[in-house]
């Protein structure tokens, strides 16, 4: 339905906007007028949605369609593509598909498809793809994110859910009203908390900020970054070196129990396992006691400053905050263990403003205050198949077919991959040493892509689908973790030949004789209406009312007033642990885990410890500095690297990379240079930023450039050529961006 009577709405994981429309072209989005806030990443589509990286019509690459499945996987990313009708793409994809399933199974599909693409609810792409896969037999799949995966296995151990906290972490309002003393590992940083996953209506996280701050909040940012926490507050900085998070928070844990500042009572009602823990961290196990002086000579602070701020800590009402990025490190899932740890130690978890929480500002719902409805989505049916991989862990599937990987006390093998489908996401953005999953990405027979735009993704594929953005389809944006409903209307007419992903799997599932098990003779329409339909159904049941469908199209958008109190990350479990346990074996906070420590893994045993990274400044040599690869201010992860936005903050062509002064002046480097920075792995070209809100000995670089390879160099700045590809530990196989040393020269 196309509205006569309102102005266009989109939405997006940045935002919603109002929607220009002139002939056919989108002219410009206006920010939506609730959001007091908002992100200026959305106005970047307008000039690239029909500019010269637009791809228009289904694509082949040149080998492969003249030699067929296999042919010069090499030359991806280098070679011409031939353009096709859509018939003769649905039939060269169906008949791959058919080949790969009738010659090696099912399983020899890997669909990870890990991405962000679209913030509406029925036109999510993964969704899409894997709702079709199933109706032909299923696929291999991955699990975990790169975001948080060493999270994502540990804490469950821990906490008995991961996912469930982050939807219910203690609200800004409550941290405002309770809480006196803020400590950010990681930081609060802004410009990650523009976004939330399915669609944002209104930014909280400067609001929650400054409410927090002006209701008398101290906060200190733990950080090799000033910048992680906004200027305005007036944040207390200590800048440790990266990657020793877990051996900080050890100090500040012997300090509490060495000083008797921990709270026995909490410890004895609420968790198992302290006395193993404290064993350690009193150095039975090892000989060497975690002491404040002991965490002083890794992290590089003072050790003074350790126990004063373990003795704040222990005077104030606290609240932990434990940034995402803590994860991407090698041995990720101390950090997270270790602050639990610490949080139970000062016994404020469960009290209004305190306690802790993963990751404020790591997305723009952390901390929103919103009730927790269960929405309705596009159903994806049941994968046959059971092969997974840990998300991360793309390059060694491609590398290793019929070897084996650890993963959460079992051990998997990794399947003949013959078919790699991506749709709505980027490998060549997520993913770490991408000069080494380059080569691997040349091993499958097909690679197929549904992609709007030449990025890496498109360049290394063989079959490109043109798929629409979302100005050219009608959705929904109805997320769980935001407030804010709001109806995605059709602003203009596809680009092109470009189709929606279900108007692509609609055909090849023609192709195929699974139509009709695809579409259950719904239409696109009709799917939106059945999913709106139910939801409305669902939250009755907690009260919430829905509008009716037309009156939702009519109106545009919808907001679900906020629940009547604050939230409260676990208040429940705090006021009776018997009535409300948690989801561990012993229903308690499992500072030592006995199932962890059954799986006998050296590198994550049964609590919290600290253990060297692979790469860090404890070992690095004379020339070398520790690479930070944050998330980009000016796009969501590579999405819009194109457009305008992006490429206002690099004149030069190239990513922005920060260095202190100090390192700087000792490369003979000045502001505005382009220079090399490189490794064993690869080589990244970069423009110098020099500024002394960054720790010496650190370097800082955003994320998202499109990969663009000159051997083994990305020209436009991808920090991911430099990354190490290696799992967190055998538990959790997730990504360690963040522990990687490089070296930076002139170009």
Request: hydrophobic share 35%; charged share 20%.
């Amino acid at each position: 339905m196309k509205p006569t009577d309102r102005d266009l709405l989109t939405s997006s994981h940045w935002g919603t906007y109002r929607v220009d429309v002139e002939d056919n072209r989108v002219t410009a989005l206006r920010d939506f007028e609730e959001d007091t806030d908002p992100s200026p990443i959305g106005h970047g589509i307008v000039d690239v949605l029909e500019g010269p990286t637009r791809i228009r019509t289904p694509m082949v690459r040149k080998s492969w369609l003249e030699g067929g499945p296999g042919t010069a996987g090499e030359k991806r990313g280098e070679e011409d593509f031939i353009a096709v009708t859509w018939e003769q793409a649905n039939r060269l994809v169906a008949n791959e598909l058919n080949r790969v399933r009738d010659n090696y199974g099912n399983q020899a599909i890997y669909a990870g498809s890990y991405g962000w693409a679209s913030a509406g609810r029925f036109h999510h792409a993964q969704s899409q793809l894997k709702r079709f896969l199933n109706c032909i037999g299923g696929f291999t799949s991955s699990k975990n994110t790169y975001s948080f995966a060493a999270a994502e296995v540990v804490v469950p151990h821990v906490l008995g859910t991961f996912r469930g906290f982050l939807d219910t972490a203690t609200s800004w309002e409550s941290i405002a009203s309770d809480c006196t003393l803020f400590v950010a590992f990681g930081g609060v940083p802004l410009k990650n908390g523009q976004i939330s996953q399915g669609g944002t209506g209104a930014h909280v996280q400067r609001a929650g900020i400054s409410a927090a701050q002006d209701a008398g909040v101290r906060f200190v940012n733990i950080s090799p970054l000033r910048s992680d926490l906004m200027a305005a507050v007036g944040a207390e900085w200590l800048a440790p070196r990266p990657s020793t998070d877990a051996a900080l928070m050890l100090g500040l844990a012997h300090t509490l129990l060495s000083e008797g500042l921990h709270d026995q009572a909490f410890l004895g009602r609420y968790t198992v396992g302290f006395e193993r823990f404290t064993s350690y961290l009193n150095g039975a196990e090892d000989g060497i006691p975690k002491t404040a002086d002991w965490a002083a000579d890794i992290c590089a602070l003072h050790a003074d400053t350790i126990r004063d701020l373990a003795r704040r800590m222990a005077k104030n009402r606290t609240m932990i905050s434990v940034g995402w990025a803590l994860t991407r490190q090698d041995h990720g899932e101390q950090p997270f263990w270790a602050a639990i740890t610490l949080a139970a130690m000062l016994g404020q978890i469960g009290l209004p403003g305190t306690g802790i929480g993963f990751g404020y500002s790591a997305m723009n719902n952390v901390g929103l205050n919103r009730r927790q409805l269960d929405y309705a989505s596009f159903p994806q049916g049941d994968n046959p198949v059971q092969d997974f991989i840990p998300v991360a862990r793309v390059t060694s599937l491609l590398e290793n077919s019929g070897g084996r990987f650890d993963y959460d006390g079992k051990s998997y093998a990794y399947p003949d991959t013959r078919l790699v489908w991506w749709a709505g996401g980027n490998p060549f953005h997520h993913h770490q040493d991408l000069n080494r999953m380059r080569r691997a990405w040349a091993k499958p027979d097909t690679i197929i892509a549904n992609e709007w735009c030449w990025n890496a993704l498109a360049k290394h594929s063989d079959i490109v689908l043109p798929c629409t953005t979302p100005l050219e389809r009608s959705d929904i944006a109805m997320s769980p973790k935001d407030p804010y409903l709001v109806a995605m209307d059709q602003a203009i007419r596809p680009v092109g030949q470009a189709r929606d992903d279900h108007q692509i799997f609609c055909g090849i599932a023609a192709e195929m004789g699974v139509h009709d098990a695809f579409t259950e003779g719904r239409s696109a329409e009709e799917w939106q209406r059945w999913i709106w339909d139910v939801s409305r159904q669902r939250v009755s049941q907690h009260g919430v009312g829905l509008p009716d469908w037309d009156s939702f199209q009519k109106d545009g958008w919808f907001k679900v007033t906020p629940p009547d109190k604050p939230t409260i990350m676990m208040e429940e479990f705090r006021a009776d642990p018997d009535v409300n346990p948690l989801g561990t074996p012993s229903g308690r906070i499992e500072i030592f885990s006995e199932t962890i420590a059954n799986f006998g893994y050296d590198d994550c045993p049964g609590h919290a410890v600290w253990l060297d990274p692979l790469e860090w400044l404890g070992c690095a040599g004379p020339d070398q500095l520790h690479m930070i690869s944050n998330q980009p201010r000016n796009k969501l992860h590579s999405q819009l690297d194109h457009g305008p936005v992006s490429r206002a903050d690099r004149p030069q062509g190239v990513e922005l990379v920060t260095m202190h002064p100090e390192d700087a002046a000792a490369r003979d480097l000045s502001v505005g240079q382009i220079v090399r920075i490189h490794n064993e792995r690869g080589a990244c070209l970069a423009e110098i930023n020099i500024s002394d809100d960054i720790r010496p000995g650190v370097i800082q670089i955003s994320t998202g450039a499109w990969y663009d390879p000159d051997g083994n160099t990305c020209r436009r700045g991808n920090p991911n050529t430099l990354t190490p590809d290696k799992g967190t530990s055998a538990l959790a196989q997730g990504p360690i961006a963040h522990s990687c040393l490089v070296k930076v020269s002139s170009a």
